[in-house]
């Protein structure tokens, strides 16, 4: 069955073909490390990891290159303010040095990569860092310079984006219609409003610089991607993803500059996942509306609950937090997790052909641009249908792979209902044998049924 995707270039359904028979290559927008990571930029790494998922699903190998931006990310996407870092370093009031802002996001990505672990994300093949990739990003703007779209200005070495004739061509932009902004007013020697730096010079306050054509200085985000993908994936490759906000400016002078130093096309299918939404506005670090995983565990929420949300909806429809909303998921995902532990007494006539039809209508959903929504609701269909034990959990073993949702695991309760036992054990110790019984049926109506036995209490679970 074919994998088809949404690709952005197109904003239409294409058939996945890769470029090499051996592998897919993907370059995903890592983690600018000068904060946590909030659990909107979590689920575009989800969406990602499906995807990757998927891929395997479908018998191919994957290359998937992740950056970690540690320099040059300015305050602004668009080549104004300071650098993430610096500020970031100025507001926890520590010693302005490059030994600090690099020990600072160090911190920040060891626990990106922590949160990633406790949500099923998949490592990336390879990671790679801005600050030591730098001497690759000089050589690599030596080729646009050779390409002739550059100019200096008094702020660095700047890409003419009207030189590049498909500059519009991703987030279809009117250029005509730009207005000279910010970027113009930060460095006036800009001929377009859309330009943008490669490399910046001229900020003797900036900590990490490095000696360059250009003068002392640090490179521009966007340079960083380019050159780190091409390093690691060649000239061209499969698969580009990040969020929708990297579409107006960050992939948009990515392709740039990329396809003006190759003379090639340079990525085949670009994917975007929509946002998290929170009070009708997207989360944002910089407007400090923001919740990361730490918040989620606070409050006894599993964080693969939040994964599970994040599988209610399509990665290009936003998705609306509310902690009602995922506790909701907490409660479904549990509730999953239980008709799996059920499943495992085995009983019931084999349905061969009915598990084949479930195995390809989950493949359908999959491949149809990652309709997760759709595929999840199946697994729920399938556990309550009449298959064998063994038949659903040869099935779910089968999609977890692609959910990712440790579906098959010991049995599965909720803290609640552990605190409960233990209360009603205490109970019985008492004697108190009135509590003994409000606690077993209040457990009852969860889905637990308890059992005191010459061993002890045990329980097992039911149907809700």
Sequence with gaps: MTLELFNTMGRRKEVFHPIHKEYVGIYCCGPTVYD?????????????????RILHFNGYSVKHVMNITDVGHLTSDADVGEDKLMRSIRKLGLDPSVETMLALAKKYEIRFFEDCAKLNIITPTVICKASEHVPDMIEFIKRIEKMEYTYPTSVGLI?????????????????????????????????????FALWVSNQPSHIMQWDSPWGRGFPGWHIECSAMSIKYLGDQFDIHCGGIDHIPVHHTNEIAQSESATGKKWVNYWLHGEFLVLDKEKMSKSQGSFIILEDIESKKINPLAYR????????RSALSFSWKNLEMAQQAYMSLKNRVQLAKDKSGTPNPKLKEEFSMQFLKYINSDMNLPQALGLVWTMLKSDLNGEEKLALVSQFDQVLGLNLIEEEFISEEAENLI????KAREEKNWQKSDMIRDQLQEMGVLIEDTPKGTRWKLIQN
Excluded: W
């Design 36 to 52: 946590y990571q909030h659990i909107g930029n979590l689920r575009t790494y989800i969406f990602e990891d499906i995807l990757l």
């Design 159 to 195: 890409f003419n984006s009207r030189k590049f004739v498909d500059y519009t061509k991703l987030a279809k932009l009117n250029l005509d219609n730009q207005k000279a902004g910010a970027r113009v007013k930060i460095d006036p020697e800009r001929k377009n409003p859309s330009d």
């Design 308 to 315: 599970y949300m994040c599988l209610t909806a399509h990665y």
């Design 422 to 425: 233990k209360a009603r054990e």
